[in-house]
């Protein structure tokens, strides 16, 4: 494929980085069990594509079905119980995954809809992509509610794993994927009281980061 298409691709599918994205090349280059090459220095943790496809060939997405992990934790609603054996990762209520499962859906659909130059559909083509996105290893670091021990202050209210697939609709073929590992946190990592409403919010801006970088990856591949 064409170096100007791959570049554009990696560098503003992944955002800006401190270092040109580049993919790896030469007999060191590491290349997963599906073809794709790494991509080195991209603002994702860990992120590869197709040497040998014409991206700017796309201008069409198909928002496939997303996935939604979560961590295994022993459910307690113990705050004394937490504190004691000095527990990092709490249980999350059926009601709060609904709640972030629909917020995260909710941003990344927001996102897409604002793309100037990919249109969403329904039918396969070979002008269209297929989206596959999910979190995974979803873990909770709010506590229980620590009713009468006074406030609680929070530098991270949970985490998780964005995995993100670009297929061609025809084929099927993975020709982009993403991994990154990020905290729903404040700027800088700063301690601030944990709540409902807070907690929303951080949920909310870890969703906007990487659902803005999709979008104005996809964007990009056409200027």
């Known amino acids: 494929m064409k170096k100007l298409t791959i570049i554009a691709l990696t560098v503003l599918i992944v955002g800006c980085a401190t270092k040109e994205p580049v993919l790896q090349q030469g007999p060191e280059a590491e290349v997963t069990f599906d073809g794709l ?9 860990d992120s590869w594509a197709d040497p040998d496809i014409d991206f700017s060939k796309y201008n069409k997405i198909i928002a496939g079905d997303a996935v939604f992990e979560f961590r295994a934790v022993k459910k307690s609603d113990s705050a ?8 990092s990762e709490f249980w999350i209520s059926d009601k709060n995954k609904e709640k972030l499962i629909k917020i ?3 941003v ?8 100037e130059k990919f249109t969403r559909t329904e039918s396969a083509g070979p002008d269209t992509l297929v989206l596959v ?3 995974h ?15 609680i202050f929070l530098s991270s209210v949970g985490e998780a794993t964005l995995v993100l697939e670009a297929r061609d609709s025809l084929s099927g073929e993975t020709i982009y994927r993403a991994i990154d590992r990020r905290a729903a946190e ?4 700063q301690m601030t009281m944990s709540n409902s409403v807070s907690n929303t919010v951080e949920v909310r801006r870890m969703a906007r980061r990487w659902a803005q970088r999709l979008r104005e990856g996809l964007d990009s591949i056409h200027e």
């Open 37 to 45: 090459v790494r991509i080195d220095h991209g603002r994702f943790n």
């Open 80 to 87: 004394t119980f937490a504190a004691r054996n000095n527990t």
């Open 104 to 106: 995260v859906t909710e």
């Open 108 to 115: 990344f659909k927001e996102e897409l809809d604002k793309s």
């Open 133 to 135: 996105g999910g979190l």
């Open 137 to 151: 290893d979803i873990v909770s670091r709010v506590p229980p509610d620590m009713v009468g021990r006074g406030e």
């Open 186 to 189: 404040q700027v800088g990592g």
